[in-house]
């Protein structure tokens, strides 16, 4: 039979437990939500950096002005582009700050 000091030390392990599980759940929404928001910071200034770049670029290969449906095509590939790469760096990122190992 277990005496109750045995008894009050499983329930404040069992309460522990759940703590660490509600912590863990608000450190996973925590990385998820913060990486979101990095890579959405990020997707701005690097959607406007590749697509000046790929301008050019198109520009120089074909030596002329682009128009107007060419930018559009342009500007729909490099979105996709700069999301993907932004969104990668971000959770990258987070996953090594959170997750380092210390030591």
Not at 29 to 54: D, E, H, N, Q, V
């Amino acid at each position: 039979m277990q005496s109750d000091r045995e008894t009050l030390q499983g329930e404040g392990a069992e309460q522990l437990g759940e703590r660490r599980c509600i912590m863990a759940g608000w450190a996973i929404a925590w990385y998820g939500l913060s990486s979101f928001l990095l890579g959405a910071l990020l997707f701005w200034p690097l959607r406007k950096l590749i697509l000046a770049l790929s301008i050019n670029r198109h520009q120089r290969r074909i030596q002329a002005d682009i128009g107007t449906a060419d930018r559009e095509r342009l500007r729909q590939r490099v979105t996709w582009v700069a999301a993907f790469i932004a969104m990668t760096f971000a959770f990258l990122y987070n996953h090594f700050i959170f997750f380092r190992s210390v030591g």
